[in-house]
């Protein structure tokens, strides 16, 4: 587990935030309307769905950033991972509520509402606001610093194109390099936290190394417990899209060492 909570420029999230939201839209301007009622890997969500929820999650910082603030308790990155699953149902219901009116019509009218969503979101990167170190913005969860509510746009954004890349039939999606990199350290440093402890060193070059997991812990030389693999292949086992046994046995995961089994901690984020 890390000493203390990792840090994310803001001006280095800012710009990764605008670059992986204009690659989304740029694969959502390319979608046919057939391809819009692809099912998805999200259960019954369609790409409509899929969609609808990623406009919810791009315009929902601008929509609410005046909103009255009601004193909740702070919240850091590492508890909005820990909780963000507790919220799915009412994600759910926003996302089907949306593909049901916005997201309804054919791949025209569809890219213009994703537009609106992603436009929303990039004006409001560049404005002065968006920079200010001490804005707050509260959801369900509590109050968080608007740099980290930022952050877990990034997740969103990533970890969605990549599902929308599913669904689609690719192997992956054109993210922002820095976008990525983000995620994949928020994530790492979530399942340390999830599963402290320093027997196992997870490697995930070239973003991230933590170490986790309870039992003894090495001090010098190889560690006796080594997981490596690339940053993708970590987003899907830490968010659920991957299982561990798949991942081990397709090679996308190199295991070591008789606690390197991560499954039990896994996924990290609902």
């Given at each position: 587990m890390p000493a203390k909570p990792r840090a994310y420029q803001p001006q280095k999230v800012r710009a990764a935030l605008a670059a992986q939201t204009a690659a989304l839209r740029a694969a959502v301007d390319a979608l046919t309307t057939g391809q819009l009622d692809l099912p998805t890997r999200l259960g019954q969500w369609r790409v409509r769905e899929l969609l609808a929820h990623l406009a919810v999650q791009l315009d929902f910082v601008p929509a609410h950033l005046d909103d009255p603030a009601e004193g909740r308790a702070?919240?850091?990155?590492?508890?909005?991972?820990?909780?963000?699953?507790?919220?799915?149902?009412?994600?759910?219901?926003?996302?089907?509520?949306?593909?049901?009116?916005?997201?309804?019509?054919?791949?025209?009218?569809?890219?213009?509402?994703?537009?609106?969503?992603?436009?929303?979101?990039?004006?409001?990167?560049?404005?002065?606001?968006?920079?200010?170190?001490?804005?707050?913005?509260?959801?369900?969860?509590?109050?968080?610093a608007l740099s980290d509510m930022l952050v877990t746009r990034l997740v969103e954004a990533v970890v969605h194109a990549d599902d929308l890349a599913a669904a689609l039939g690719r192997d992956a999606f054109p993210h922002d390099r820095q976008a990525v990199a983000a995620v994949t350290r928020l994530l790492a440093d979530a399942f340390a936290d999830r599963a402290p402890g320093g027997a196992v060193e997870l490697r995930i070059p070239p973003y991230a190394v933590v170490q986790a997991v309870e039992g003894p812990r090495h001090t010098r030389g190889t560690p006796p417990n080594v997981v490596e693999t690339d940053p993708l292949t970590w987003i899907r086992l830490a968010t659920g899209r991957l299982d561990w046994a798949a991942a081990v046995e397709a090679a996308a995961v190199s295991a070591s060492g008789e606690r390197s089994d991560l499954r039990a901690h896994l996924p990290v984020l609902g």
């Open positions: 702070p919240l850091a990155l590492l508890g909005w991972v820990a909780g963000v699953g507790t919220v799915a149902p009412l994600l759910d219901e926003q996302a089907r509520e949306r593909a049901g009116t916005e997201f309804d019509g054919d791949a025209a009218s569809v890219a213009t509402a994703f537009g609106r969503a992603a436009d929303a979101l990039t004006g409001l990167l560049a404005k002065p606001e968006a920079a200010d170190p001490t804005r707050r913005f509260e959801i369900r969860l509590g109050s968080m």
